[in-house]
DNA sequence: ATGTGTGAACATTTTCACAGCG
DNA sequence: CGCTGTGAAAATGTTCACACAT
């Protein structure tokens, strides 16, 4: 690791902890937000607030960045702007194509984050011929066969999966022999690739099924719920294909607002890591 | 395998761990996979492949729902799905009020992975007057006047908000006035919410900031890049609203294939808890 | 005074490695 | 013998609390 950098702060020598990175975009975000009010400076306490995490875990982040605050003042919202978005790798520009431009492909070749943070929507892919020639937030879609030369031609690095499950791993495919080392997978598959690729992936359907959990926890406090084990002879659950695996309770008896026990906060996911086959039953828009 | 199962085997007493809660869905993509090609059982060591994490961790997650394996053999597919679909409360109905029908309003209405897992999208919900009367995902868009209602008719309590940031707190407010304890949000904004009530947030600009930070790794490793601390008299490196922070280097130097030191596996990332205001650049779609 | 920066305590999660059931 | 289930170790992440720079 070319960690020429002898001197520094105090740390920073090398790894900012994952958990630091994923917060980084949100302590950027808010800190624009500051920025675009003309605020110049922010306490921990202020910024932690503002980004919705802990004063002292937002000290801790930033320390691994280097000391740029000044103590008994708070930080300077430009410079930390600028610091962040340098350690986050936006300070340059990142040519990003997206595969797949059904609803949320289009959804996300609009989305005004994607543009407002160095990234730059190269080219709006689509294996369906019917959407080639189409524009979509001012890009005219392009088919797959084109896809390897666009990467090329714009030195694409990331790669959006925006299409069904079952074209993702074949999508993954060609975006790493084109030269892609980072892709963002909103099919639902584990996707498998190389070594050096990283894979992040969305997939809305396992956040409402971890909303769901929490759910059923804050409404079974009391009423005790279903049976206890299992209802019995198991394997007869349910077979049939793509379907909701038993009854239909239309959610538990009780009204609606709050709940006993809190079962607040916890609020925290984590994506995994690559893997291998994978196809599953829902299907994305396209 | 209706195994003999002591009752209450040894663990499951009380809380699962979040980071074990978050994989569940993972496990169950891949259990109804198999599932649907008719194979009885698994070892740990397959589906650990197949939902793209590590044997260990999978028995371990295993272990705090209870002993549901047959050791020597591996686990009985069909008894699996349903435990795990038990426990993450999709064995009952959640009626699900989508807010926002924009792009990405429209794609999580024609989300397939929604309906098959115990979801069902009991009203799509839109500020603009134009929209209502309009169909998607072959249901009738209602004008934001009948949130309420909807919410109460049909007991709901689980919101999607996909709307611009902008308007994400109000509808956020008016959802958990209306009884919602668990809110999933794709707007970037922290939204702050009392106590008992779940958020977990999607934020698509966040994902491929984590990206470009790995991905900025990957080409730093040898060429140096950016200065050293910052281009001094900070302040002014960029106020410009919703637009780029700084320079514009259309990604480094070098070419496009593979790179020199790994910096493999790094994929992981984190949702943050709750939090208060936020307000942000970037738009979505609506 | 005030609020950062951080060592150290605490908590959670992951990985190891192996006893023991089928 | 093979594979689960699980204590115990290791690694990561979070919170505390306070010294100390401004």
Same mark, same amino acid.
């Not at 719920?225 to 659950?237: I, K, M, S, W």
């Not at 309770?249 to 008896?253: H, I, M, P, Q, S």
């Given at each position: 690791m070319a960690t020429g950098r002898t001197h520094r702060p105090a740390n920073r020598s090398r790894g900012i902890p994952e958990a630091t990175v994923a917060r980084l975009p949100l302590y950027l975000r808010a800190l624009t937000a500051l920025s675009e009010r003309s605020v110049p400076t922010v306490s921990s306490e202020e910024l932690a607030t503002a980004a919705g995490v802990n004063s002292a875990k937002l000290r801790k982040d930033f320390s691994y960045l280097g000391s740029y605050g000044t103590r008994g003042v708070g930080y300077d919202v430009e410079y930390l702007v600028y610091q962040i978005s340098r350690e986050l790798g936006l300070t340059q520009d990142w040519p990003v194509v997206i595969v797949g431009i059904g609803n949320l492909g289009a959804a996300l070749a609009n989305y005004g984050g994607f543009a407002s943070r160095?990234?730059?929507? &190269?080219s709006l892919i689509d294996a369906d011929p019917e959407m080639a020639g189409k524009v979509v937030a001012g890009i005219e879609v392009q088919h797959s066969d084109g896809l390897e030369q666009v990467i090329e031609d714009n030195d694409v690095s990331i790669g959006v999966i925006a299409t069904p499950a079952a074209s993702a791993q074949p999508v993954c495919d060609r975006l790493v022999a084109a030269g892609i080392t980072s892709i963002l997978n909103f099919a639902p598959t584990v996707l498998s690739v190389p070594d050096g690729v990283d894979v992040r992936k969305v997939d809305l359907s396992i956040e409402l099924q971890i909303l769901a959990f929490h759910e059923q926890r804050k409404a079974g406090e009391l009423s005790d #719920?279903?049976? #206890?084990?299992? @209802?019995? %002879? &198991? %394997? #007869?659950?349910t077979a049939s @294909?793509?379907? @909701? @695996?038993a009854a239909s309770?239309?959610?538990?008896?009780s009204g609606s607002g709050k709940s006993p026990a809190g079962a607040s906060g916890g609020t925290s996911g984590r994506n995994g890591e690559p893997g291998s086959d994978g196809d599953v039953p829902a299907v994305m828009p396209a």
């Open positions: 160095g990234f730059r929507v &190269a #719920e279903d049976a #206890e084990e299992l @209802p019995q %002879g &198991a %394997g #007869e659950v @294909p793509v379907a @909701p @695996p309770v239309t959610k538990r008896g």
